[in-house]
């Protein structure tokens, strides 16, 4: 259903408040002027600017209604029925007069059936008014609007310059793939700045495209893009982590018909030992873009506040879909374990769980943790996710790879033989930590006045404690859980 139909459906079950969250305005009255008419009550909107103004026909504001008490006592005494609009009313909600006004609007709905309608980018009911609301959420463009928005602005600017636009098919599809997850409003500024400046629309124009809407999406916070994902081959190890995606490669890009796409994975194991890179290698293996949702953000002081982050969070997931998503260190947002925040844990919990067993769309969830112990034993049931693989500490020949992998990012190449003493010498080491020993002994060697070698390398593994020596028990016990619980990911 659009959202048009589902505008519809509401105000003919004559709700009689009606949450309008969402940072299009215009976009949202437009929705309602076009439908109102057809359901025969007229049209009102308020602001504190300029007070009630009818808006299904031009009227003059009714400025003496500026005051939202005032506006509210007005609305309360016209007997015939209508639907108000009012616009950022949510500081307002603080004062107990409005707050019974409008209860009181609510009340006497069975005889003068009005509809106030709050529209703000952000609301929190007062309990007394929730059993007479609804909520109605605009949905973003999919990809058949953002095409028409496209053409659209392009006739425009062809219209005011007196020539086409220039482009191709498979780069406006490009485009418009780039554009998923925006507003209307930001989809065409977006739009508009990549056809102004000469009057195409080329592959040059993507990458510029692509990182302002990142920033945009970024705004919220909880979902952030991740730009550059690390190819498999950049990654020591996983060697059966890797086998596994590139058999299910096929069925979840759509090119395996007759097989049930992969829904999830989830990375348990020592911290450094390249869980975060393995889920940005997933997203550059399956050829998607990553996104990464930071659990913490998601928390706000209001009930009911961060399971609704939540929802928009994973909505913005499906609406970008084909894509990767990445909740990494997922234990710090689901851990359980008494106190005033256990319900909100709980709670926050369970909107995941719905989302994973209900969603259609293309989403492929990539969940981290370093504390299994924190996990909530619901997630790790079968079913939830499709496998848990355990990254353990790499072997000598993978130390030896990520030895080789970060010298050659940094341009220093060493013999075989000396790889080998390095990987030799760095039994207990993970990934990040042999790569902290790179970057110091390059330090070492620019000091010395000399070249990187191996001596420097070694004098810094030598300086080290690696993490399997400070935190010795605590890895023994993660190890002693994940066999045979897991599936070892190299």
Known sequence: MDDAHDLELLLRSRVPLILAETPEEQRLIALFQRRVPALGRPLFRWSVAEGLRRIDFDAAPQRHAADP?????????TRSPGIYLLADFHPYLQDPVHVRLMKEVALGH?????????????????????????????????????????????????????????????????????????TVADARRLVRGAICDDGAITETDLPEVMQAKFRLMERSGAISFEYDTARFADVGGLRRLREWLELRRPAFTGSAPGLDPPRGILLVGVQGAGKSLAAKATAGLFGLPLLRLDMGSLYAKFYGESERNLREALATAEVVAPCVLWIDEIEKALATGGGDEDGLSRRMLGSLLTWMAERRARVFLVATANAIDQLPPELLRKGRMDEIFFVDLPEPDVRRDIFAIHLRRREVSLPAAQLERLAAATDGFSGAEIEQAVVAALYRARSDGGGLDADHLLAEIEATRPLSVVMAERIDALRHWAAGRTVPAD
């Open 69 to 77: 008490g005032d506006a509210l006592r007005q609305i309360l005494a």
């Open 110 to 182: 069975s005889e003068t059936a009005h509809t106030l309608v709050l529209v703000s980018h952000s609301l929190e009911l007062p309990p007394e008014l929730r059993p007479y609301a609804a909520h109605f959420h605009l949905a973003l463009p999919d990809r058949k609007r953002l095409t028409a928005l496209v053409e659209e602005t392009a006739t425009d600017w062809a219209r005011d310059n007196g020539r086409r636009v220039r482009t191709d098919r498979p780069t406006l599809e490009r485009l418009v793939e780039n554009l998923l997850g925006l």
